[in-house]
């Protein structure tokens, strides 16, 4: 099979597909004035190309990361027991909006998720508050010290 498929770059800056044989025309655009950057063999690794290269580059580094930090996780994860108060800590990381607070409902959902008794939330919470790992915020929040 050969390389039938092109990623292209418009002047205007947008990148997407084309077929070979055919006329390459920006999508948003309409011009012609179009360089090849990429060719493929199947449409499924262009269309991949065409999503990358049309991804802002801030919110590609922000996916990154948390994939990164994401599989990293599972990794630990696979390696073996950790300790409950590791499991917790993890748990309670991951039940924390992007605020930096956590709240009752995504605790007991993360920790029952985790395998965790999801009813002993309140001494799992009132430990943290003991050790100044996290203060209150408001009845039902807390926040990481």
Request: include cysteine; aromatic fraction near 4%; hydrophobic fraction near 35%.
């Amino acid at each position: 099979m050969g390389l039938d498929w092109y990623l292209v770059r418009c002047k205007c800056g947008h990148s997407f597909g084309h077929k070979k044989g055919n006329n390459a025309k920006c999508t948003i655009c309409g011009s012609n004035e179009v360089t090849i950057v990429q060719q493929f063999s199947d449409s499924r690794s262009l269309a991949n190309a065409v999503s990358d290269a049309n991804l802002p580059k801030e919110l590609a580094k922000e996916l990154s990361s948390r994939l990164k930090s994401k599989s990293a996780i599972e990794e630990k994860r696979k390696q073996g027991p950790v300790s409950i108060r590791e499991r917790i800590s993890v748990t309670l990381r991951s039940a924390t909006d992007e605020q930096g607070v956590l709240r009752i409902d995504a605790i007991r959902r993360e920790l029952d998720s985790a395998g965790l008794d999801a009813e002993s939330w309140e001494s799992i919470i009132g430990g943290a508050e003991l050790e100044g790992i996290l203060i209150r915020s408001s009845n039902d929040s807390w926040r990481w010290v």
